[in-house]
């Protein structure tokens, strides 16, 4: 007894061990380690958005109407980044801003990833009509592109925010499904799963608690990557008007806003593409310091 617990114990040692070399790898990428730190940053603030904008981001003053940006020493700082052609704080509207599209991408990422995994575990172990049917589905939506499809459903669907998650996850799982479902046909050929199928394991068991647990890896890190992909496509339909409705804050609408005075009121489209640039490449960025850093094949 005492030496299966010392086994138990030593693996349990080197589990720890092995991710806390993982974390130091990561942390030793600077690059990667700033990202993800910035992404928080992000976070935190589409979080504690009511407690960081300096003003009510739909409060409207046509007297700030297209003020610059500018920072006076008699107190009036709210408006360092300009206003808007209404007289909206640019700044209070970014800071919201950043709770439509991380909602969104991180939604839309979960829904997606959650089908393509059913789908693509379906597909890789039961093989036959199922994986015939799935992998034909699948191809048919590849032949679209993304865009066009999404804005396709949100025409027929009309704007909103559950429209949006909808439109953007009816495409986006096939992703994650492709992947499971490489994974999955490598996995059903291993010896632990021979092993589960010969003591009359069924088909749901072997899946979700046997290949599963085994292929994740790739998945997340993966869907980590699409979230900026899902932002992007987020603020390009609301830049169309498709997206989250007016007075409610979105980047892409605010640089729909802005192109009318692009020439002479650079600041209003200009900051809230800067942020979306900033954002995509930091989640990017970050995720392939995360992969570089867990993944045994980049390290071996």
Same mark, same amino acid.
């Given at each position: ?12 040692? =080197? ?11 990561? *942390? ?6 700033? #990202? ?27 007297? =700030? ?17 300009? #206003? ?71 025409? *027929? *669907? ?18 994650? #499904? ?18 589960? =199928? ?103």
């Amino acid at each position: 007894m005492t030496d299966i617990i010392t086994d138990t114990s030593a693996v349990t040692s =080197r589990k720890e061990s092995r991710f806390a070399q993982n974390i130091k790898i990561f *942390m030793q990428n600077r690059l990667a380690f700033s #990202c993800i730190i910035l992404v928080l940053l992000f976070v935190l603030a589409a979080i504690f958005a009511p407690l960081i904008a300096p003003h009510d981001p739909n409060e409207t003053d046509l007297f =700030r109407r297209l003020q610059p940006p500018a920072w006076y020493p008699d107190g009036d700082w709210a408006y360092l980044l300009g #206003c808007d052609a209404l007289g909206r704080d640019i700044l209070s509207r970014l800071i919201y801003g950043s709770r439509i599209s991380i909602f969104i991408g991180t939604a839309v990422i979960l829904v997606a990833t959650a089908i393509g995994l059913i789908a693509g575990l379906a597909a890789g172990y039961l093989r036959g009509w199922t994986d015939v049917i799935i992998s034909r589905l699948v191809d048919i939506l590849l032949g679209f592109p993304y865009l066009i499809f999404a804005i396709g459903l949100m025409a *027929m *669907m009309g704007p909103g925010l559950i429209n949006i998650i909808m439109a953007l996850a009816y495409k986006e799982w096939v992703i994650p #499904c492709r992947i499971v479902r490489g994974e999955t046909l490598a996995a059903r050929e291993q010896e632990y799963v021979e092993a589960a =199928r010969a003591l009359g394991a069924s088909p749901a068991h072997i899946m979700f608690r046997e290949i599963l647990p085994n292929i994740l890896s790739p998945v997340i890190v993966v869907s980590t990557i699409r979230v900026a992909h899902v932002i992007i496509l987020e603020a390009s339909l609301s830049f169309l008007g498709l997206g989250v409705q007016p007075p409610t804050a979105s980047w892409g609408a605010m640089v729909a806003d802005g192109r009318a005075f692009i020439l002479e009121s650079w600041w209003v489209s200009t900051f809230p593409g800067l942020t979306i640039l900033v954002l995509v490449l930091a989640i990017n960025v970050a995720s392939q310091g995360l992969r570089d850093a867990f993944d045994p094949r980049f390290h071996e």
